[in-house]
């Protein structure tokens, strides 16, 4: 009998026992039977294989045999597929574990370092600056998209810049009545500040509320995401009260340093979690617009998260 009639399932029999088992999506996957010689074997010489649709496990070496083919014509398109496969599965492993890392890392630089600066300790700001660095690397290294990537480089880059050219050394061209120069290298300081701490906080949040197992990295993940919030508006508020002198009351004029922000970063935390102790009063009304914003934020994320953390609480049990 010829091969190509031994490959074909009469109508009647078993393609109508099984249904679309035998009809339908491994219709697609079965070898072509003109492939084969007439002794049955096929151009990788194997031999006494069948093309029915009744042995439908015959399907899955031809996707294999493509794929071997595709890899032995793109080896070097194949090489970096697996490098990248491989550090997509090292990102995932870690990624949990970076949460508590970061946590660590934001503990220590906004309630240790950050006071310790405050009031002077000379070592206190390069270790703040170092603790941030290695934070915001970190993020960088293990994201995964480059959008994020690209914030976090750019706000570096215009922090950078505001402390590369202080005063009116470099902005003295562009200078309206002398202060042009302070103003921008305020805007570039806060302004990076904000777009870094914007992509951590997107960065996080995207692996906080992605489908997995609710897990202790997890939980400190959303403290990650509280305190980056705190900190953006912190740079925003300090914004504020540097170009609009006596914004707050109760403050002096802003001296742009590791003491203004300690005091904004207070401010923040204490508008983000509702508490309002009174000594700092937003007069500004773009000040009390962002304090009022905040005051909006904290509690929606606070309920949000734990929404979003009990469904997959409740999806693993």
């Not at 697996?82 to 970061?102: C, I």
Request: some cysteine.
């Amino acid at each position: 009998m010829p091969f190509s009639q031994r490959s074909t399932v009469r109508p009647g029999r078993r393609a109508d026992r099984e249904g679309p088992r035998a009809t339908g999506k491994f219709r697609l996957a079965v070898r072509d039977p003109e492939k084969f010689t007439v002794d049955g074997r096929d151009g990788l010489g194997r031999g006494n294989i069948t093309t029915s649709l009744e042995y439908p496990y015959n399907a899955m070496p031809e996707v294999f045999s493509a794929k071997s083919a595709a890899m032995h014509q793109h080896p070097r398109a194949c090489a970096f597929d697996n490098e990248r496969a491989s550090l997509y599965g090292w990102q995932d492993r870690v990624r949990d574990p970076s949460l508590t890392v970061l946590l660590v890392l934001q503990v220590f630089l906004l309630f240790v370092a950050l006071p310790l600066a405050a009031v002077g300790v000379p070592i206190a700001e390069p270790v703040a600056w170092l603790v941030l660095l290695v934070a915001l690397t970190f993020v960088v290294v293990l994201s995964r998209r480059g959008v994020a990537i690209v914030t976090i480089l750019l706000g570096l880059a215009a922090v950078a810049a505001s402390g590369l050219y202080p005063g009116e050394r470099f902005f003295s061209t562009f200078a309206l009545r002398g202060q042009w120069s302070s103003v921008t290298a305020s805007v570039l300081n806060h302004g990076g500040f904000i777009l870094a701490f914007s992509a951590l906080t997107w960065v996080v949040a995207h692996a906080l509320y992605a489908p997995g197992c609710v897990t202790v990295h997890r939980l400190q993940g959303a403290v990650v995401v509280y305190l980056s919030l705190a900190t953006i508006f912190a740079n925003a508020f300090s914004l504020v009260w540097e170009l609009i002198p006596g914004a707050y009351s109760n403050l002096a004029s802003a001296a742009p340093g590791p003491s203004e922000f300690a005091t904004m970063f207070y401010f923040s935390l204490a508008t983000l979690t509702t508490t309002g102790y009174g000594d700092i009063v937003p007069l500004n009304p773009f000040a009390r617009s962002l304090a009022s914003f905040e005051s909006v934020i904290g509690p929606f994320y606070l309920a949000i998260t734990v929404a979003r953390l009990v469904t997959l609480w409740l999806r693993m049990a």
